[in-house]
């Protein structure tokens, strides 16, 4: 019973003791409401994107992209890679064992020179060589006793490691469904402004046609079928660029998806898309909980915390326990010993001497890492409140802009049609004509362009929320680093 309790006090002394800070969470100011939207407790980034994207083929889109996007695999593979750093790092704790084995044998003959041993009688009674052999087999025990929490200090700066990993992961998969709809939207938005070419270029072709005729019975100038052969030509020209972006944009989401360069799939005409009537915004501190890009500099904060106190343990001296078992025996010429058990028992302890002054710098190096690192997790913070911000403004702006150009360019249109009435009347000059086709032109591509940055506006919303779907994630409490005794730490 009292080497039990010796054990345990031993044990507890063993676990207090650890070199370096224990990780707090720092203490970081949020703001308690947003600038430019109320604060509540819904949030878009509360939805799955499957409720989000109502276009069934973008929804196609994005699941072939969770599966065979590059990139995440990549991140995947991070995590794989981390989990088993980490049950090495554990096996440091544990003892280690090993064995040897070693078998060797010896033999002079009688012609041998300078050993002696032709007078030796050999197994038959007559002078022979010499013959030796030994062999031998042991197992032996070794232990690091952390005294100073060196191996523990590792294990924690490994888990935070590794749950880091996890929430670039997730960061990984929150941009590609946000990349995958964005790249989306330029297409359906390139489509609608390819459309609209189209349909302009067969007015100018018209235009010149009608124009031409005129021209040749004498109604018109030269310079009337001039200007219209030049709007004519400068459309198809924006036609054809329009065209190349399009293959382009479905190139580049290819990529996305993890395939070669391919046609993309259509669903919903950019007009069609379903536009959230509101967008909720949530609670600033939300963010907090929900990026994966703050919850992955928090990690890596805590793993340059703990990386100190592994510096700081190797300063110290390191005690190592050994112990070995095994057997042996020997023969010489006739003359056997053994088999014969052996035991043996060791303790290490080893420590700097020459070089503690240059651990005492590695000291600094983690401390200097552990600074940057609380730099980087601080402007992880604001850098996500900004954009936020920057979204709100953009879905909030985006929407009034395209409220505005929608009645422009129905007003255009109006226009258009009295001009060409007026010029086929003769009440109007082709000026009247060129003009306004020319302006319904453009107002339309660029109306088409502002939705198309609506759209994007909330899908950017959405990821700087940190939205979207993920894998199961673990518990809050699993995510906080370990404290020295083995519990789960925070600020």
């Known amino acids: 019973m009292r080497w039990q309790i010796l054990l345990t006090t031993f044990l507890l002394l063993l676990s ?50 969770l599966e065979e996007n590059l990139d995440l695999r990549v991140a995947a593979a991070a995590i794989e890679q981390f989990k088993n750093q980490l049950v090495i790092a554990k096996f440091d704790l544990a003892p280690s064992l090993g064995y040897t084995g070693s078998a060797f044998t010896y033999h002079n003959t009688n012609n ?68 995958v709809a964005q790249s989306y939207f330029t297409i359906r938005s390139l489509d609608l402004q390819v459309e609209i070419a189209a349909r302009t270029l067969k007015v100018w072709d018209e235009a010149v046609r009608l124009t031409r005729s005129r021209y040749q019975q004498g109604y018109v100038s030269k310079l009337d079928l001039d200007r219209f052969q030049a709007e004519q030509a400068g459309t198809k020209a924006q036609l054809a660029n ?12 290819s990529v996305l998806l993890g395939h070669k360069p391919m046609p993309i799939p259509r669903g919903l005409a950019l007009t069609e898309q379903p536009m959230p009537p509101d967008v909720p915004a949530g609670l600033p501190s939300d963010l907090l909980r929900q990026r994966p890009d703050i919850l992955q500099a928090e990690q890596e904060l805590a793993a340059a915390t703990a990386n100190i106190g592994v510096a700081e343990a190797q300063r110290f001296p390191q005690l190592s326990i050994g112990g ?12 056997s010993t053994g088999p014969f058990a052996t035991f043996g028992a060791s303790g290490t302890l080893t420590g700097p001497l020459l070089n503690a002054t240059a651990l005492g710098y590695q000291v600094g190096v983690t401390t200097a890492q552990a600074k940057q690192a609380l730099a980087q997790y601080q402007n992880a913070i604001l850098t ?15 929407r009034e802009q395209r409220e505005a150009q929608e009645a422009q360019v129905a007003a255009l249109q109006s226009a258009l049609t009295l001009a060409d009435k007026r010029y086929r009347g003769g009440f109007a000059s082709y000026l009247d004509v060129l003009t306004a086709q020319r302006d319904l032109f453009q ?10 940055q609506n759209l994007v506006s909330v899908v950017q919303l959405y990821k700087a929320l940190g939205g979207g779907w993920s894998p199961a994630r673990p518990s809050e409490a699993e995510t906080q680093p370990l404290s020295p005794s083995g519990a789960k730490g925070g600020g």
Not at 20 to 40: F, I, N, S
Not at 136 to 158: C, F, H, M, P, Y
Not at 242 to 253: F, G, K, S, Y
């Open 16 to 65: 207090a003791c650890m070199m370096g800070p224990d990780y707090q969470r720092p203490e970081v100011p949020t703001a308690e409401a947003w600038r430019l939207a109320p604060a509540t407790s819904a949030s878009i980034a509360n939805l799955p994107w499957w409720e989000l994207f109502k276009d069934g083929e973008l929804q196609k889109l994005i699941r072939t992209a």
């Open 112 to 179: 041998a020179l300078g050993f002696g041993a032709a007078n030796i009688p050999g197994p038959s009674g007559r002078s022979g060589g010499l013959t030796f052999s030994h062999e031998s087999g042991s197992a032996g025990i070794k232990w690091e006793v952390d005294l100073w929490g060196r191996i523990r200090r590792n294990i924690e700066a490994t888990r935070a490691q590794l749950l880091a990993r996890a929430e670039n992961q997730r960061g990984v998969i929150i941009g590609l469904v946000g990349n």
């Open 242 to 253: 329009l065209q190349m972006q399009v293959v382009q944009a479905e190139n580049q989401l």
């Open 324 to 335: 070995i078992a095994g057997g042996a025996g020997f023969q010489l010429s006739s003359v």
């Open 384 to 398: 996500a409140f900004k954009e936020v911000e920057d979204a709100l403004i953009a879905v909030q702006k985006t």
């Open 443 to 452: 107002a339309e591509l660029g109306l088409a362009s502002t939705r198309q």
